[in-house]
């Protein structure tokens, strides 16, 4: 990246960028074991963040990890390296900060939700209102259009946002590094790393362009992230409108997700969204947003009883014929979603009557494996051989990396990865994930119980992806108390080739 002039660099508000992205919380992947270390060095990770921007920077690839989404999607999840996130949380709070973005939280998508039905009722009002000549002006909703956009993060065409920021906040030279910016950690011209809220500020952005295009062609439209929702007077016109948003969405590089485009009439729609059966379309409108349901783009609230929660669970093991039981084997997505928010209010309450339903929550419904190892790490205490008999049989079930990584994570976290079988289990994940997460969270692991080397960490740290590095030096520092200790040149080596590694190590 070209180095930014000095007096850009001063208008940035690194300081700030530090402190949140140290604060961060990314809940799709283990929690990162520096974030309580470094938070003591702020300035000084701000004042060195403004050298590397004076001088040609490069920033370092990110690393993926696939984790598991409800039903059988993935959703890539980046690593990347704290000085990289601060950069760019900078970079775009500064191009943005005169530019109001959704906050996207639980009320805006309630909203989002109950929108068309809104609407819908207007027009009934509106049409009681009118003489019997003007009715066909104000025709009954019939239809909401509900549908989304394909792998949206992954290919935003970064031309086209240069071109929407530019618009939008005037901020040419900012604009420019930071394209610059993502086209180098990215290694394309197209796609924004998920999962990080200068992302998010930026996609807001970027799908603005569609929404202002349909709005303008006069479709009744509503959108929350990439969803949207469309009112319509009949079926004919929800298929135009599908087949509009398909075009504006080609327009900038996007394309509509098929297999989540529905085209429900609004009673159905009603039904869905507020859970009640729609006798008709009076109503409350404030009623309707305290029974919106969420969806998956929230962390669950946990704001169950206990007894709600273990009513949910106990779902699980009734007759298949039983409309309210749940098939592990063919979950739907809202029953992902009670599912996620039982464990969290199991969690909440620190109980630990949920526990006999983990195996079968880890096999048959993975996307709930945080959730899972957080329910774990708080039950550990009162539950120890209940948790590591769970541990011993959960690993051997692991389907997929993801899930490793969680379960190495857990091991860590618990101490309880000294065992013979479970060390094994660890390097075995280790020496499939070279270049991933799971090696970088693996070793840290191994290196606690000194079942690590420094010559294996110290060529980790030069040989895999340096959005990776904490982990080594953290597993290096952890060898430092062991039988394993590196020698004091070899410390004194590691301190002085990066200050991040002195901040680490001394930390």
Known sequence: MDPLPQALIKKLNIIDAVGS?????????????????LPSKGKEIAAWISTLLASRYQPTSSVLTNAKKAGHGIRPVPTISLIDRIIYRSLVEYILRSH?????????????????????????LERRGLAEADLPTARPIRYVVEADVTAFYQYIDHEVLRRELELQTGEIEAIGFLIQFLAELEGRTFGLPQLLDPSDWLSEVHIGIVERDLIRRGLALWRFNDDFRIACESYS?????????????????????????YTPTIQTYIKRALRSEPDNLEGDSEDDIE???????????????IEEALTTLKRIGLDPDDPDSIDLKNTKREEVTVLRNALASLTRHESDLGLSYVIRLFNFVPSLTPEIANYLVLMFEGNKGRVEQIWDTISKRSSSEWQSLWLIYISRKLGIAATHSRTEWIKSQRDKGYGRLIHGEAELALATIAASTFPDLD???????????????????????????PTDKQINAIKESSRLYRWLMDG
Request: proline share 6%.
């Open 291 to 305: 029974q919106a349901e969420l969806n998956d783009y929230f962390d669950p609230g946990g704001e169950k009883s």
């Open 459 to 485: 060529r980790a740290l030069r040989m895999e992806p340096q959005a990776l590095a904490p982990w080594y030096i953290l597993a290096i520092k952890e060898l430092v108390a062991t039988d394993a200790r």
């Open 100 to 124: 109001a973005v959704s906050s996207r939280s639980k009320d805006e998508y309630r909203l989002f939700v109950i929108a068309p039905i809104a609407y819908a009722r207007a027009r009934i």
């Open 237 to 261: 016109d929800a298929l135009s409108a599908i087949e509009m948003l398909a075009e504006s969405l080609r327009a900038i590089g996007l394309v509509i997700a098929d297999h989540k485009t």
């Open 21 to 37: 992205e140290l604060s961060a919380v990314r809940n799709l992947i283990p929690p990162e074991p520096w974030t309580d270390i």
